[in-house]
């Protein structure tokens, strides 16, 4: 598997952004909840299928798999990315010093690249994104569903 050059220290490039954008909802629920329940973590979003350059961010919806990586297990499954291991290292430090009030740390996994970001000034908090969509979760429950598949 190759990995772009945005892995570390932040950089997202056009689509990893555009994803992120589109799901912040979502991502922002993950990270809040799971925190609550899991402690400090990062939350992985794994792409399903191939992505075309012809996407439509404002229309088309990209199916992908949710998870919450909590800190204690962060290590094992970023070395299991292959990722350099001072890539690692500044992974773990992230999320060891982030506010999760604040900030999530994000994986994006898609089209052969590893893209990792600190999301952080966002106009809207993961404790709101976790509000809104429990709030509105019809909306969200059968993506969630479908997207965890």
Excluded at 21 to 43: E, H, P, S, T
Excluded at 59 to 77: G, H, K, S, T
């Amino acid at each position: 598997m190759q990995y772009s050059n945005s892995v570390w220290p932040g950089y997202v490039s056009h689509w990893q952004s555009s994803f992120i954008r589109q799901n912040i909802l979502i991502i922002g629920y993950i990270a809040w909840n799971d925190y609550l329940n899991a402690g400090r973590g990062m939350v992985v979003c794994e792409i399903i299928d191939a992505l075309h350059p012809a996407t439509d961010w404002s229309l088309d919806l990209v199916a992908f798999r949710p998870a919450f990586i909590p800190r204690c297990r962060a290590a094992n499954y970023l070395r299991s990315l292959d990722l350099e291991e001072d890539v690692v290292d500044a992974l773990l430090e992230t999320i060891e010093t982030y506010d999760p009030m604040r900030a999530i740390v994000a994986l994006v996994k898609g089209n052969g690249e590893v893209d990792c970001s600190l999301l952080q000034n966002l106009k809207i908090s993961p404790i709101d994104c976790c509000e809104q969509v429990l709030c509105r979760w019809p909306e969200f429950q059968p993506g969630l569903i479908l997207q965890g598949e």
